[in-house]
């Protein structure tokens, strides 16, 4: 099942440093809602087992991600591939920067394709939990980055 | 907006049967249907009652539908009314059931027959989600035929003393006002009562959770043993229950139909996603032509329904503006019963193609069609069996002396 999800947020931090941090392997995990484990592989790739589901369809994904397309400084892609709990899936996300009134405004896009027992659930419910994980994960950069103190 | 209620929204559109304010109103049920998908799988998986849906149609203002503007409700007629409980529909019958209860047999059955006092105090408080209320007929020995009901009423100094039981009361245990019916002591007529629950002798005597289906809907026994009831709690006059309870069913039945279509349009998305999606014999399953003439059953059983339930509701919105007309009400009875009997038996035979598209998956509560197959069911016998359903069409035609339920 395929499905596209996409967004605005502002952050109050500069372009400069949201890049900085949104390329960073290390960062990026440390936003991950339901982390369970992960590893830095190198500056651009990392694995994290995951806790994903809905309700009483709860499990652990192996996920492996890598950071592509960085480019300008405002520009990023973020590539996800994993399996588990009797599901695979494929998050391709794209983040793009610009500034905005001495802060960040990021235009972000995702799309999925998932298979299997998740993927089951139906797209309306499964879009509405991405929706809400996805908004956590964007929640936890925004409240990471704008308690970092700016530095010259 | 959700690409099915879109289309279907689009086209009344073009017929110029909807406003802008109709429209605007549409999207903000569909945006509470997104808000709602998920709370909703949840609990249904978890077979509990869905706590947080009144909470968000009430946090949207959605929860006043039909209720005038006077009394804090949108005043949106049957028609529009009855487009928002398609989408609804789309979530399940559980999200029908609430609705249709709290608004099509509560809150318009009060508008119709409450006094201005009434409606003064208990409408605002329905429109804004802080009251819910329940409809109260069924006992366990008076379903269809509630004549037989042995709920008990008699006057006394302070008014009435209720007594009796009422069973498979949706909304039952978490209503404030509910509306029962009682049969008269002194001469055995029927009145609707408006009973406030924080009242005493007012006991939730079960939660009826060993359901076929329906989980997140609030079922409840209720029980009344001495209750105490004010003068001023009759809804119409004395004597002239049957008539309340009568229209408020005429209402609710095209609730439950428009819901059905709701439940009939997801189920067609659900199978189309799967039928192109799911692989098997190393084609999607939808290249398989008996895959194919279920989905083409499933989009005939909706779009056969969707006239029946338009016409009644538009029909009813006529009545409305006409309410004398007595061969009108006549009519528009008979299509509110033909309505709910078409998109009841078509929803659940489009659940059950729904669940078999979806082979051993479509039998899980986690696939997105066995909610409706278990709770469409429920369509096919509250607020009227198909039996009675057709009976009463029969007898709309041949004539009150043809009435075969009497």
Same mark, same amino acid.
């Given at each position: 099942?395929?499905?596209?999800?996409?967004?605005?947020?502002?952050?109050?931090?500069?372009?400069?440093?949201?890049?900085?941090?949104?390329?960073?392997?290390?960062?990026?995990?440390?936003?991950?809602?339901?982390?369970?484990?992960?590893?830095?592989?190198?500056?651009?790739?990392?694995? /994290?087992? &995951?806790?994903?589901? =809905?309700?009483?369809?709860?499990?652990? *994904?192996?996920?492996?991600?890598?950071? %592509?397309?960085? +480019?300008?400084?405002?520009?990023?892609?973020?590539?996800?591939?994993?399996?588990?709990?009797?599901?695979?899936?494929?998050?391709?996300?794209?983040?793009?920067?610009?500034?905005?009134?001495?802060?960040?405004?990021?235009?972000?896009?995702?799309? /999925?394709? &998932?298979?299997?027992? =998740?993927?089951?659930?139906?797209?309306? *419910?499964?879009?509405?939990?991405?929706? %809400?994980?996805? +908004?956590?994960?964007?929640?936890?950069?925004?409240?990471?980055?704008?308690?970092?103190?700016?530095?010259? | 907006?959700?690409?099915?209620?879109?289309?279907?929204?689009?086209?009344?559109?073009?017929?110029?049967?909807?406003?802008?304010k109709?429209?605007?109103l549409?999207?903000?049920?569909?945006?509470?249907?997104?808000?709602?998908?998920?709370?909703?799988?949840?609990?249904?998986?978890?077979?509990?009652?869905?706590?947080?849906?009144?909470?968000?149609?009430?946090?949207?203002g959605?929860?006043g539908l039909p209720i005038d503007e006077k009394y804090g409700g949108k005043g949106v007629s049957?028609?529009v009314?009855?487009?928002?409980?398609?989408?609804?529909?789309?979530?399940?019958?559980?999200?029908?059931?609430?609705?249709?209860?709290?608004?099509?047999?509560?809150s318009?059955?009060?508008q119709?027959?409450?006094?201005?006092?009434?409606k003064s105090?208990?409408l605002p408080?329905?429109a804004s989600?802080?009251?819910?209320?329940?409809?109260?007929?069924?006992?366990?020995?008076?379903?269809?035929?509630?004549?037989?009901?042995?709920?008990?009423?008699?006057?006394?100094?302070?008014?009435?003393?209720?007594?009796?039981?009422?069973?498979?009361?949706?909304?039952?245990?978490?209503?404030?006002?509910?509306?029962?019916?009682?049969?008269?002591?002194?001469?055995?007529?029927?009145?609707?009562?408006?009973?406030?629950?924080?009242?005493?002798?007012?006991?939730?005597?079960?939660?009826?959770?060993?359901?076929?289906?329906?989980?997140?809907?609030?079922?409840?026994?209720?029980?009344?043993?001495?209750?105490?009831?004010?003068?001023?709690?009759?809804?119409?006059?004395?004597?002239?229950?049957?008539?309340?309870?009568?229209?408020?069913?005429?209402?609710?039945?095209?609730?439950?139909?428009?819901?059905?279509?709701?439940?009939?349009?997801?189920?067609?998305?659900?199978?189309?996603?799967?039928?192109?999606?799911?692989?098997?014999?190393?084609?999607?399953?939808?290249?398989?032509?008996?895959?194919?003439?279920?989905?083409?059953?499933?989009?005939?059983?909706?779009?056969?329904?969707?006239?029946?339930?338009?016409?009644?509701?538009?029909?009813?919105?006529?009545?409305?503006?006409?309410?004398?007309?007595?061969?009108?009400?006549?009519?528009?009875?008979?299509?509110?019963?033909?309505?709910?009997?078409?998109?009841?038996?078509?929803?659940?035979?489009?659940?059950?193609?729904?669940?078999?598209?979806?082979?051993?998956?479509?039998?899980?509560?986690?696939?997105?069609?066995?909610?409706?197959?278990?709770?469409?069911?429920?369509?096919?016998?509250?607020?009227?069996?198909?039996?009675?359903?057709?009976?009463?069409?029969?007898?709309?035609?041949?004539?009150?002396?043809?009435?075969?339920?009497?």
């Amino acid at each position: 099942m395929k499905f596209h999800l996409d967004g605005t947020v502002s952050i109050k931090a500069t372009p400069e440093k949201t890049f900085a941090s949104l390329s960073n392997p290390e960062f990026m995990v440390s936003t991950i809602p339901d982390l369970q484990s992960s590893k830095i592989i190198d500056q651009d790739r990392f694995e /994290a087992k &995951i806790r994903v589901g =809905i309700s009483v369809v709860r499990g652990n *994904v192996d996920m492996k991600f890598e950071i %592509k397309e960085k +480019s300008g400084r405002n520009h990023a892609k973020l590539v996800g591939d994993g399996s588990g709990a009797g599901s695979r899936m494929h998050i391709e996300s794209v983040l793009d920067l610009s500034p905005d009134d001495g802060g960040t405004k990021m235009v972000w896009s995702a799309d /999925a394709d &998932i298979n299997g027992l =998740i993927a089951g659930i139906g797209s309306q *419910v499964l879009k509405s939990q991405s929706e %809400k994980q996805v +908004s956590q994960i964007f929640s936890n950069i925004k409240a990471k980055l704008e308690s970092i103190p700016a530095t010259n | 907006m959700e690409p099915t209620f879109s289309r279907s929204v689009e086209e009344l559109k073009g017929l110029k049967l909807l406003t802008e304010k109709d429209l605007g109103l549409l999207e903000s049920v569909d945006e509470a249907c997104g808000e709602l998908s998920l709370s909703e799988f949840e609990a249904y998986v978890e077979r509990r009652y869905n706590d947080v849906a009144a909470k968000i149609l009430s946090e949207r203002g959605l929860m006043g539908l039909p209720i005038d503007e006077k009394y804090g409700g949108k005043g949106v007629s049957m028609f529009v009314h009855s487009l928002a409980m398609e989408r609804l529909g789309q979530l399940g019958m559980g999200i029908v059931t609430l609705v249709d209860v709290h608004q099509f047999l509560g809150s318009q059955t009060i508008q119709q027959w409450g006094t201005e006092e009434q409606k003064s105090k208990i409408l605002p408080e329905a429109a804004s989600g802080k009251s819910i209320l329940a409809y109260a007929l069924t006992e366990p020995e008076a379903g269809s035929d509630p004549g037989s009901m042995t709920t008990t009423y008699s006057e006394c100094n302070d008014g009435y003393v209720l007594n009796g039981s009422k069973y498979l009361i949706s909304n039952g245990s978490i209503a404030r006002y509910v509306i029962v019916f009682a049969k008269s002591i002194a001469d055995n007529s029927v009145t609707a009562f408006i009973v406030d629950s924080s009242t005493e002798g007012f006991k939730v005597a079960m939660h009826l959770s060993e359901k076929l289906g329906l989980f997140t809907s609030d079922t409840a026994l209720l029980e009344f043993e001495n209750m105490i009831l004010p003068k001023d709690a009759n809804l119409g006059r004395p004597g002239k229950g049957f008539a309340v309870a009568y229209s408020a069913l005429l209402n609710g039945r095209i609730g439950i139909g428009s819901g059905c279509l709701g439940v009939m349009e997801d189920c067609l998305n659900s199978c189309v996603e799967r039928a192109r999606n799911r692989t098997q014999h190393g084609k999607p399953i939808g290249k398989h032509q008996l895959i194919q003439k279920h989905l083409a059953k499933i989009a005939m059983n909706l779009e056969s329904s969707r006239w029946p339930v338009y016409m009644a509701a538009m029909m009813k919105d006529k009545m409305d503006s006409d309410q004398q007309n007595l061969a009108l009400r006549n009519n528009v009875d008979r299509l509110s019963a033909t309505a709910k009997l078409i998109a009841s038996t078509n929803a659940f035979d489009s659940a059950d193609r729904a669940v078999q598209i979806h082979g051993g998956f479509g039998y899980s509560l986690l696939s997105p069609v066995a909610k409706h197959f278990l709770d469409s069911r429920v369509a096919r016998i509250y607020e009227g069996t198909d039996e009675i359903m057709e009976l009463k069409i029969a007898s709309t035609i041949l004539g009150k002396d043809f009435e075969a339920y009497k």
